[in-house]
């Protein structure tokens, strides 16, 4: 017998008033996969998360979290969430909250381990006006992760972290994925997406128009980069067999080609030195952006 899904959605549609926010959407996750929703503002990506934590009642269409209704399943203690706008009680220290969310768990994860993988060791004691951006998002975490659920739903957990507290945010989910929890996050921020992802779900106007891992996704789009030093002349370079484009900067040139084959046959037969050579496949952003092109295009 198959695995119950960590989270299933059949048909869901979400409507603002005459507005459709996601349209019919399909979406299937398996128990231990960490999945990215990336998509443009407006895309349906909070819509999604929202309905899926029950957060209002879909126009259309099913959502079960563990083979539960979204209620049932987060009564149960199976679902954690991190909000985009989520919000912390004033004047109250982070220990308080803490225990407050703790108590209403009947196996809540052990505190300890709690405060050291979500990182909020030294926070306890302060008072949660006191948080800066990153650390609140933190003791977000802290509270989404205070039930030990299988299942965790993030949307944009990241924005208000700067660099350094991204990527120790990063390292903790790799450690949850590694203990067999679920992630599901959406965000702007593709490079996370591509380098944290199992699979990639990319939604535009409501609906998923890719699913994959990021390295299947980059896949779809045609031609590749050709990157090197070049402080001389450039006029020839669009001529070159197969280049479709030309870009870069002062420094380095990047020539984008349908035929990297013929494209670098051509300049190595040429009189230009080519010093730091690179030859790169397409990048997530360009999938991305050429994905949410065609989506618009069709629809």
């Known amino acids: 017998m198959p695995p119950t899904p960590a989270l299933e959605m059949e048909g869901l549609t979400v409507r603002y008033g005459d507005t459709i926010a996601v349209d019919g959407l399909d979406l299937r996750i ?12 407006g895309a349906g990506k909070s819509s999604t998360v929202n309905a899926a934590l029950g957060l209002f009642r879909p126009a259309g269409g099913r959502v079960l979290l563990r083979g539960r209704a979204p209620a049932e399943a987060i009564r149960a203690g199976g679902v954690g969430a991190m909000l985009q706008h989520g919000g912390l009680p004033s004047e109250c220290r ?33 008072k949660v006006d006191a948080l800066s951006g990153g650390q609140r998002q933190r003791v977000l975490l802290a509270l ?27 390292t903790t989910m790799r450690s949850l994925a590694g ?13 996370e997406a591509d380098a944290i992802a199992d699979r ?24 590749r980069s050709i990157r090197f030093r070049c402080a001389g002349p450039r006029e020839d370079l669009p001529g070159l067999p197969g280049v479709t484009a030309v870009g870069g900067d002062d420094e380095r040139v990047e ?3 349908s035929d990297v084959e013929a494209t670098l046959r051509a300049l190595l037969a040429g009189p ?18 050429h994905l949410i092109d065609r989506s618009g295009a069709i629809r």
């Open 30 to 41: 398996e128990p231990g996969e960490t999945v990215a929703l990336l998509g443009p503002n």
């Open 94 to 126: 982070v220990g308080e909250v803490l225990a407050l969310v703790r108590r209403r768990y009947e196996m809540p994860w052990p505190v300890e381990d709690l405060v050291v993988t979500a990182g909020i060791d030294g926070l306890l004691d302060r």
């Open 144 to 170: 989404a992760l205070a039930g030990a659920p299988p299942l965790l739903l993030l949307d944009e957990p990241t924005a208000a972290m700067d660099v350094e507290a991204r990527q120790s945010f990063w």
């Open 179 to 191: 203990r067999g929890h679920t992630v599901v996050f959406a965000t702007h921020h593709l490079e």
């Open 200 to 223: 990639v779900v990319v939604i535009s106007a409501g609906r998923v128009v890719a699913d994959g891992s990021a390295a299947s996704i980059k896949s779809r789009v045609a031609g």
């Open 255 to 257: 020539l984008t080609t």
């Open 272 to 289: 230009r030195s080519l010093p730091d050579l690179e030859v790169r496949g397409a990048t997530l952003e360009q999938a991305f952006l």
